[in-house]
């Protein structure tokens, strides 16, 4: 089992930056893939972001390519999310994920196992 507790999350003007950390309660380099879901109100949960260990890759949804960037520090046992030019409909809850299994798409929420409590961020 993997806990997962996030911080980092505010409120923010659109343009603006926030960065969100998960700190996992184990070494990170042995968990296969973790990511980022966000929930806004009233809406689905969405994959934002996921990356696979060791450097095999990372994925990010095409609503946030190019303005946020996930990432991890194997020594902290943390992951990031960086957030730039944000905008209003990144209003949301974001949740760190964890112990989605090889061969399963990171933009299906089900396939995520373990989740944080979430952070919310939001965007006026």
């Known amino acids: 089992h993997v806990q997962l507790v996030e911080s980092g999350g505010g409120s923010v003007q659109a343009g603006e930056s926030l960065s969100l950390s998960c700190k996992a309660s184990?070494?990170?380099?042995?968990?296969?893939?973790m990511g980022w879901v966000r929930q806004a109100p009233g809406k689905e949960e969405e994959a934002v972001a996921a990356?696979?260990?060791?450097?095999?890759?990372?994925f990010h949804a095409e609503a946030v390519k190019g303005r946020f960037t996930i990432s991890k520090d194997n020594a902290k046992n943390t992951l990031y999310l960086q957030m730039n030019s944000l905008k209003p409909e990144d209003t949301a809850m974001y949740y760190c994920?964890?112990?989605?299994?090889?061969?399963?798409?990171?933009?299906?929420?089900?396939?995520?196992?373990?989740w944080g409590q979430g952070t919310q961020v939001t965007v006026s």
């Open positions: 184990t070494h990170t380099e042995d968990i296969y893939s």
């Open positions: 994920v964890a112990g989605r299994t090889p061969n399963t798409s990171p933009f299906n929420v089900g396939n995520w196992l373990y």
């Open positions: 990356l696979v260990s060791r450097n095999r890759g990372s």
